[in-house]
């Protein structure tokens, strides 16, 4: 996931960069798929505190994942979110800095 600005702009150079279009566009999210690998592009990122790309682990359960991890001292950034269709996403922050992201799948 790499936060972005200016999302139209980001969608043209991510279009030529993968050479492929992307799989959905919308106003909160420009997602492409490489085989099994997402690249998303996040217009809401920054305003989340995220500096550059941020990788998504896949978990069974993104809020008892997120529980465990500020459990082991991470800071909650994002609670655990429905993102549409059934994707829940959450977000931690370790203890330098550095974002978590988690992502359970639907089910």
């Given amino acids: 996931m790499f936060p972005v600005s200016n999302l139209k702009n980001a969608t043209k150079l991510y279009r030529t960069l993968l050479g492929i279009d992307p799989y959905v566009e919308q106003d909160y999210y420009v997602g492409f798929r490489l085989g099994e690998l997402e690249v998303g592009l996040d217009p809401q990122g920054h305003q989340r505190g ?13 809020a008892a994942s997120l529980q465990a991890l500020i459990d082991a001292g991470a800071e909650k950034v994002q609670d655990a979110t429905d993102v549409g269709y059934g994707k829940i996403i959450a977000i931690a922050k370790d203890a330098d800095g550095s974002m978590i992201g988690l992502l359970q799948a639907p089910k």
Avoid at 50 to 62: I, K, Q, R
């Fill in 50 to 62: 995220s500096t550059g790309a941020l990788a998504y682990w896949s978990v069974d359960d993104a």
